[in-house]
């Protein structure tokens, strides 16, 4: 974890922004034990203060519970919340991060993306690897939470487009059974026959 004290996102509200994606995401599962306050406070480089308000604020959330004497837990049913829209909003407020932060964050959003998506085909023209600077790094990043945020709106899109095929399948299934049940259409008189003389 880490804060971007220059950012616009106040650093409590990042780092509660981060333990919430990292319990939606599962790799903090319920009944796991969170650092202590000072611990935390120590690792992330903050005041006590602050841990404590973030613990507090993600207790009021309902994100965990807090057993006094015994420390800070994940809750056992924490609230949904969409994985991908909370890693989003954790690496948007956490601003500029190191070259091995942004490994782990590209890792992660990987991850996320080959779960919905078949892999690429290796490629090909016989480019040599190279080493991305710390910028291409973080454009990677981006370009990935935004394939991400594109493939929710298609999901969304599947799910609205499904829920309108099913209405309207369910319409004609009435109409149909409308028919079946006695509401008959009146059958047609045939013509006469034309008169020979």
């Given at each position: 974890m880490h804060v971007n004290r220059n950012g616009d996102v106040p650093v409590g509200t990042q780092l509660a922004w981060q333990i919430e994606a990292l319990i939606a995401n599962g790799r903090l599962q319920a009944g796991e034990q969170l650092p202590s306050v000072r611990q935390l406070a120590e690792v992330v480089g903050v005041n006590v203060n602050t841990v404590r308000s973030v613990y507090a604020r993600l207790e009021g959330e309902g994100f965990v519970v807090t057993e006094h004497g015994r420390g800070t837990f994940v809750?056992?049913?924490?609230?949904?919340?969409?994985?991908?829209a909370a890693a989003a909003r954790a690496l948007a407020?956490?601003?500029?991060?190191?070259r091995a932060e942004l490994k782990d964050q590209i890792s992660a959003l990987e991850a996320q993306l080959s779960a919905h998506v078949a892999p690429a085909s290796p490629r090909r023209g016989g480019r040599t690897p190279r080493v991305l600077t710390t910028a291409e790094l973080a454009q990677v990043r981006d370009e990935l939470v935004e394939r991400?945020?594109?493939?929710?709106?298609?999901?969304?899109?599947?799910?609205?487009?499904?829920?309108?095929?099913?209405?309207?399948?369910?319409?004609?299934?009435?109409?149909?059974q409308g028919t079946a049940t006695g509401a008959r259409r009146p059958r047609r008189q045939p013509k006469p026959a034309p008169r020979t003389t």
């Open positions: 809750a056992q049913n924490v609230p949904r919340v969409d994985p991908q407020g956490s601003g500029p991060a190191s991400l945020e594109q493939l929710d709106a298609m999901r969304d899109d599947l799910v609205d487009l499904l829920a309108s095929l099913r209405m309207a399948v369910g319409d004609e299934q009435q109409a149909a």
